[in-house]
């Protein structure tokens, strides 16, 4: 829940707290819509759930208003985060992103090395070398929640600035490298528009509905340009104030960046994040091999999930801390640390958009990384939960005692 207005002092523990609420309940929601995606798709209703997907309305398919415009809204709350926590948030100063931004830089190295690793010699495949780099904040903190007060509080905060940071990352690669040919009059069109809206920033308006029309308007070029559709949400998300409404200069939570975050949570948690996962994680068995199971494309994914974030996460993160460049989390051990660092292995939403632009034109190999995907996944997060679950906590020390 906000804080009341005037109130600037609880303003960062209540947001952190409503994201971490948010993102752990709609993690168990996007689990439970997979499994579901997952049943339907082995089931007689397979076929009707492979044709509404591919069935078109107006001048997309219902898999690309999936993917191209429900996705802008969560890249467009992805962004917003991103621009909050920098300037108002946990990566607000850089004592607080070391940690987190160097283990987020190992962890989507490693993954990308051991997939490129299995990968090297299948230019085709090796299109996906970005698709284990990502870490699913939904799922990780959905799992985390199973554990209750076993995990403290600045080891959520760790996870959720170190995944706020890959999916930085995730919106750099998408742009620069699943990008498809540029249309220059669009491009123009979109650069225009965006242009108008940090105009608006700068001129001090603070009313949403004019910088959410001229989304709708950027979208439309992006997507028109070649650049993926998805990367407008985040272009809108950086031009929308984090100043308070002129009458009520003291209520950072009127601002109209919170008020959208806010707004969006909700609904990207609960509704768009399990269509998504709903609309992408079928995938038909029947038809699967051990040869897929076993192809270097499949276990390039899924033990890029794995190990290479178990071991990109955790090994910066304790490399940073041996150096003295930072502190462990405030009452986690090293234990729990490892155990988080399996967490980040869980890469559902973002590794599935990555693969199905990877992929596009070929279902055969977006059905192996579907499978590399869940596979790791699942695993990263049986491995993590077991983990946490057994992982000595710090005991704090005792107060000492009256004379």
């Known amino acids: 829940m906000a ?13 952190l707290r409503a994201f971490l609420d948010n993102s752990a309940s709609g993690g168990l929601v996007l689990m439970a819509a997979a499994a579901l995606a997952l049943i339907v798709a082995n089931s007689p209703l397979g076929p009707t759930y492979s044709a509404a997907l591919a069935a078109y309305i107006g001048p997309l398919s219902l898999l690309h208003w999936i993917n191209d415009a429900l996705m802008a809204v969560f890249f467009l709350l992805v962004g917003l985060e991103i621009k909050r926590e920098v ?7 850089w004592s607080r992103r070391i940690l987190p931004g160097i283990a987020a830089a190992g962890g989507m190295a490693v993954p990308a090395l051991i997939f490129a690793a299995f990968n090297w010699n299948d230019p085709n495949t090796l299109r996906g070398w970005a698709i284990p780099a990502a870490t699913d904040i939904a799922f990780a903190l959905g799992v985390l929640a199973l554990l209750g007060p076993r995990v403290p509080t600045s080891l959520k905060v760790f996870l959720t600035a170190l995944a706020i940071i890959d999916d930085l990352g995730a919106v750099v690669i998408i742009a620069l490298f699943y990008t498809g040919d540029l249309s220059t009059t669009d491009l123009a069109l979109a650069a225009a528009v965006l242009a108008a809206l940090v105009a608006m920033n700068r001129m001090g308006a603070t009313r949403l509905l004019p910088y959410l029309l ?15 559709a998805t990367i407008a ?20 939570q009127g601002s ?23 609309a992408n994680a079928g995938v038909s068995f029947s038809g699967i ?20 974030k178990l071991v990109g996460v955790f090994g910066s993160a304790w490399l940073t801390i041996r150096l003295g460049l930072a502190d462990l989390p405030m009452g986690a051990t090293t234990a729990q640390l490892l155990g988080v660092s399996l967490l980040c292995g869980i890469g559902f939403t973002m590794s599935l958009f990555i693969g199905m632009l990877a992929f596009a034109s070929d279902p055969l190999l977006q059905d192996e990384v579907k499978i590399g995907i869940l596979g790791g996944s699942i695993l990263a997060g049986i491995l993590g939960w077991a983990v946490l679950r057994v992982a000595p906590r710090e005991i704090p020390a005792p107060e000492p005692q009256r004379a």
């Open 256 to 278: 109209p960046l919170h008020r959208l975050e806010h707004g969006l949570h909700g609904w990207v948690a609960f509704l768009i994040i399990p269509i998504f996962g709903f």
């Open 233 to 252: 949400g985040v272009l809108l998300a950086f031009t929308i104030p984090l100043r308070p409404a002129p009458a009520r200069p003291d209520d950072m």
């Open 3 to 15: 804080a009341p207005a005037g109130r600037d002092t609880a303003r960062p523990v209540s947001m």
């Open 289 to 308: 091999t051990e040869e897929a199971l076993l192809d270097h494309l499949t276990l390039g994914v899924a033990l890029g999930l794995l190990l290479g």
């Open 214 to 228: 001229l989304g709708v308007l950027l979208w439309f070029f992006v997507l028109r340009s070649g650049v993926h």
């Open 87 to 93: 300037l108002d948030g946990q990566l607000s100063s």
